[in-house]
């Protein structure tokens, strides 16, 4: 508005003294006094023109600027998203790679599974697989991995089964304390720990020794490693340790898994 307004007194001031010049008035006092009332206007206007010149320059800049800044974020976020994929399908070959060396040890036939769902539940420690019937498997089939004991199927439909972790309360495993060859049977606690029952007090055994499975129970294969003894309780009116498991196993990254087929002809060499 303050600008209209200027330009429209400038012009009109302007239009003034060129009359009066036409008219050949006295130039030099007529001059002087247009030019004094003519100059402060002159520089308003001008500073006003510059100014918003300024403004819509800064405009401009400015949105070229967001632009382009919303393009570097997008090619970032791409570039973000390459890498992530790019470690996820590194991390997923790397335990491929596990697998297939481990399966090595393994002389009969195994399915490599993916993990797809678990139980949410704090008393139960189940999880899904990707491998069914249709991949050959069946009821009471152990579940390992490269690190040792995983589970056992419990549930097969067609294309998925149901697998219970040693982890569970109701999961049983017999197992061996490998340096004293003292017997047990492994626990599951719905915890992270796992207790090792009836190993007599006479036995030894001492915190960081391995735990393996025995074979006896007709599930788990015999010498797989299960996990490290992390505590060992003695009560002086009971005849048994109490003994605590670590598995080796890391639960909570549970993502791909080995189905052994024929638990009855197992041949598998002890990952020490």
Known sequence: MVLIVGVIVLIA????????????????GLERVAISFISPFQELVTRTIRFTKDIWHHYFALVTIAKENNVLISQ??????????WQ???LAN?????????????TELVVAAEVIGKDPSAWFKTVIIDKGKADG?????????????????????????????????????????????????????S???????????????????????SGLDGIYPKGLRIGMVSEVIEH?????????ITPFVDFEKLEEVLVVLDVQKHNIVSRK
Request: aromatic share 6%; net charge positive.
């Open 137 to 189: 498997l069946t009821k009471g089939l152990p579940v390992v991995m490269p690190q040792g004991i995983a589970g056992q199927v419990i549930e097969v439909a067609n294309h998925y089964s149901k697998v219970m972790l040693i982890l569970d309360r109701n999961s049983a495993v017999d197992a061996l304390v490998q340096r004293t060859r003292a017997r047990g049977v492994l626990k599951g606690e």
């Open 88 to 90: 996820e399908t590194e």
């Open 236 to 244: 002086e009116a009971d005849i048994f340790h109490e003994v605590f």
């Open 76 to 85: 970032l976020n791409q570039a973000s998203e390459k890498s992530n994929l």
């Open 13 to 28: 001031v302007n239009i003034i003294v060129l009359s009066v010049n036409s008219r050949r008035y006295t130039t030099f």
């Open 191 to 213: 915890t992270d720990q796992l207790r090792l029952a009836y190993v007599l007090r006479k036995k030894d055994v001492q915190v960081g020794d391995i735990v393996v499975s």
């Open 94 to 106: 790397s335990r491929l790679r596990n697998l297939l060396d481990f399966q090595k040890n393994i």
